[in-house]
């Protein structure tokens, strides 16, 4: 957390700071569920920094490792061995391996493509300096305190474990990691909203979630 003093570090601990160890296995489900249209944001704005500098290598290399790539496969019912596939459609094909109350279920995709209206109204700018961010360990604290949920005993939340445990040693390598990648393009406070309506989405998917 140390890398991250900018106005976004404070929503950063925020959500680290919500009720992760108490969640129910149904809203651990809700909370995959949200962080799918997240990981749909991610991948947006990936593409978005790697179309404003198309010629940065290491941007062409945090690519490969989100987008049509294999690290995640092989996963029962989500991706078979040597399977290509972007991070956010791992995470889609994850939420049809076990049931989620249809109300909640409902909830979720209005409070996701809401979030996806809000988030894509944001500068291009933004968008990309919002990989670093993520990827420079803003994300790898939000793992680490998802984690610390007690339950994760369906076939959605292990692979929804499998997940996050994964980016966890993909972002915190100092020097091979996604984070060494993204370094260069240094994120401002213009973040912020991004940060804070991911914030808001995990929020309205758990409301549990606050204290």
């Keep these: 957390m140390n890398e991250m003093a900018l106005g976004y570090a404070s929503v950063v601990e925020e959500i680290c700071g919500l009720n992760w160890k108490n969640l ?24 978005i920094a790697y179309q404003m500098y ?46 989620i109350d249809l109300t909640e279920k409902l909830k979720i995709e209005v409070a996701g493509h809401l979030y996806l209206s809000h988030t894509r109204q944001a500068s291009d700018l933004a968008r990309a300096m919002s990989i670093a961010s993520y990827e420079c ?29 994964k980016h966890i040693a993909f972002d915190s390598d100092p020097d091979a990691g996604h984070g060494a990648l993204i370094k260069h393009l ?10 804070l309506d991911f914030r808001d989405l995990l929020v309205t998917a758990v409301p549990d979630l606050v204290i």
């Design 54 to 99: 198309p010629h940065d290598q290491q941007l062409q290399m945090l690519v490969r490792e989100e987008c049509q790539t294999d690290n995640l496969s092989p996963w029962p019912g989500v991706a078979l061995a040597g399977e290509t596939l972007d991070h956010d459609e791992f995470m889609k094909r994850l939420l049809t391996l076990s049931p």
């Design 24 to 47: 129910r296995q149904s809203q651990l489900s809700s909370v995959a569920w949200a962080y799918y249209y997240f990981s749909v944001q991610f991948r947006e704005n990936l593409q």
């Design 137 to 165: 360990g803003g994300l790898e604290a939000v793992f680490k305190a998802i984690l610390q949920a007690p339950d994760w005993e369906t076939p959605l939340l292990a692979a929804f474990q499998h997940f996050l445990v």
């Design 186 to 195: 240094v994120p401002d406070d213009r973040i912020r909203s991004l940060w």
